[in-house]
């Protein structure tokens, strides 16, 4: 029911705010979490440049301020750290493509949100309105992968690309293979090796506008040879998302200025999230007390922490732990 109320959502974060500020202070947990949706919502609806949504980071500022005062006043401000930090970006949304609809209408049985039954062959599933996963031939009962869906699916691949509104076409091959797709810059072929090591090969392009093809690089390396370009870090999260048992069969990441579907929503998206463009994919991390090493995904997040409170970080974890 806050949907649409600027009000009820300001409130609701001063209120979560201050009810968990109350609980720390009489239960003095060792680690406590307070998400503030207000910025997300917010920025969705006005724009992730709106003075409404600074306005929503002040209630987070507002949250910081009274907790170091609760805990300067029981004396306990030597065992306070705050760390600051968000799960992706936001870029503006200037063009709606109903993507699930576009399918449909070039002959496919489609499913999409909110329906949980329908069509066969395609499942359009569109995430921060700015990624899609797209899953085909809905009746089989094992997943496979692209080499045996080419004859039949190269086709939708191949109208995909003609939208506006794709920038990238990204589709797991297979034993560590990403081919990535755009239709103005061409293909390429992003691998992963038995080592960790990740390489990207420029086939008919340069998808990714890197420059240069790279060859065996460890996570660091590929982190630092992308963060400054147009899809930062984009080697390692292609690999992680082509990997992963849910990805689509083919990855939809939406361009500047557009998302992946104008149906089924509450509100019109004037900023949205998904994609791999640097905008969406750059977040911040603020800590209250120097931290050594270097930060270079979110999924170091939770190691970090974990180093921090004295705790033996699991073999296996996703991320690295900064000192």
């Given at each position: ?26 239960q003095q947990p060792r ?167 990740y390489s990207y090969r ?122």
């Amino acid at each position: 029911h806050l949907r649409g109320d600027l009000e009820g959502w300001m409130r609701f974060d001063q209120w979560l705010g201050d009810e968990l500020i109350r609980r720390i202070v009489a239960q003095q947990p060792r680690v406590a979490f307070l998400a503030h949706p207000g910025i997300d919502k917010l920025s969705h609806q006005f724009g992730h440049d709106s003075p409404r949504v600074l306005d929503a980071m002040r209630t987070v500022d507002r949250s910081v301020e009274r907790l170091h005062e609760a805990f300067r006043a029981a004396g306990r401000s030597d065992e306070l750290e705050i760390w600051i930090v968000s799960d992706h970006g936001h870029g503006a949304v200037l063009q709606h493509e109903d993507l699930a609809g576009r399918i449909a209408g070039w002959g496919f049985g489609v499913r999409a949100h909110p329906w949980v039954i329908g069509g066969r062959d395609v499942a359009v599933m569109v995430s921060g309105n700015a990624m899609a996963h797209l899953y085909l031939e809905l009746s089989r009962t094992r997943r496979p992968t692209w080499p045996a869906l080419r004859d039949r699916w190269q086709p939708l691949l191949q109208q995909l690309l003609t939208l506006p509104a794709v920038d990238l076409a990204i589709v797991p091959m297979a034993d560590g293979h990403v081919a990535v797709h755009s239709r103005e810059r061409g293909q390429a072929d992003v691998f992963t090796a038995g080592d960790g090591s990740y390489s990207y090969r420029r086939v008919s392009g340069d998808p990714l506008s890197i420059g240069d093809d790279l060859l065996g690089l460890d996570a660091s390396a590929a982190w630092q040879r992308t963060i400054d370009g147009p899809y930062p870090d984009a080697l390692v999260q292609l690999a992680a998302i082509a990997a992963a048992p849910r990805a689509g069969d083919i990855i939809i990441s939406a361009a500047e200025g557009w998302d992946l579907r104008s149906r089924w929503e509450p509100l019109n998206h004037v900023s949205g999230h998904g994609a791999l463009r640097r905008e969406q994919m750059l977040v911040p991390f603020i800590s209250s007390r120097p931290i050594g090493g270097a930060l270079r995904r979110s999924v170091d997040v939770f190691p970090t922490a974990l180093k921090r409170l004295g705790i033996t970080v699991p073999r296996g974890l996703d991320g690295s732990a900064a000192s």
